[in-house]
């Protein structure tokens, strides 16, 4: 399977919106709860998608039958891997670490979709270069995280914030993972549907945890409807479509984007800043991204 230049247009915008997500994030959670900022994006994403989707015409996949059945299960899954379950840790772990370092999280997204890929998808059997490049990432990813955060007392909640963010990141893989498995659809109907079980999901629960938000501050409410359109509702649309034509092994490629717009996003616009161990680790992760990958001629990625 190749991509196409449109493809690659998708995974740069992608790239790009993603990245922001993160900045997005920290000024969120300055005024709401990491839940509710989860819930208010999923919930505004939900909502976008229901109406292009009647505006367009297209139908939910119904639910009878064997098909429709998998097909609800896998949007349930999605919805639950690449939207309620990291965006929540994601939110919460911002609470403690900088958008850069959630950012640079997410450059272990293919490390874990190669493994997963290998025993769940046909034609993406892992290598010998691809097992080296994986060893090489995985270290990176040791040094990313930090042995601390596997300790358990006077550390506060730092290095479980590092773990949650890595988390998020594990999340995501096995989203892609499912989006490639699940039974052909619309992309429109099938987006729309996984968000609005997410958001059926995670509203309850940020409502019984955390209440409805008494106060609702300016700025960090703009965030979190910049998060719900932009890299929620637009972003899935975009994810869906190119998984389904792509493969998740392409799609995990934005991750060698997302860490360093993230890491320019925070530095402009928050001016954080990171210890030099974080790019010692980039450089790890995207050194064992890069071997892991096999390119062919005119740009297409050869998937073996």
Known sequence: MQASLINWLRLGVLGIIWGSSFMAVTVAIRGFGPLTVAAGRIALGAVILQILIRVMGVK????????????????????????????????????????????????????????????????????????????????????LIGVDAFKSSGLGFEPLARLACFGAAACYAFGSIITKLAPKVDPFAFAATATTLAALMIVPAAIILEGIPQEWPAVPLMAVVYLGVVPTAVANLLLVSTIRSAGPSFMSLVNYQVPVWSVIFGALFLSETLPMRIFVALGLILSGLAISQRWKRRGALSRT
Not at 87 to 105: D, M, N, R
């Open 60 to 143: 939910l996949p119904a639910i009878r039958g064997t098909e429709g059945r998998r097909v609800w299960l896998a949007a349930l899954g999605f919805g639950i891997c690449s939207m309620a379950l990291p965006f929540f840790l994601l939110s919460w772990g911002q609470g403690y670490v900088t958008s850069g370092f959630a950012g640079v999280t997410m450059a272990a997204v293919p490390l874990l979709v190669l493994p997963l890929a290998h025993f769940l998808i046909k034609g993406e059997q892992m290598t010998g270069r691809k097992v080296f490049g994986f060893l090489i990432g995985f270290a990176g990813v040791v040094v």
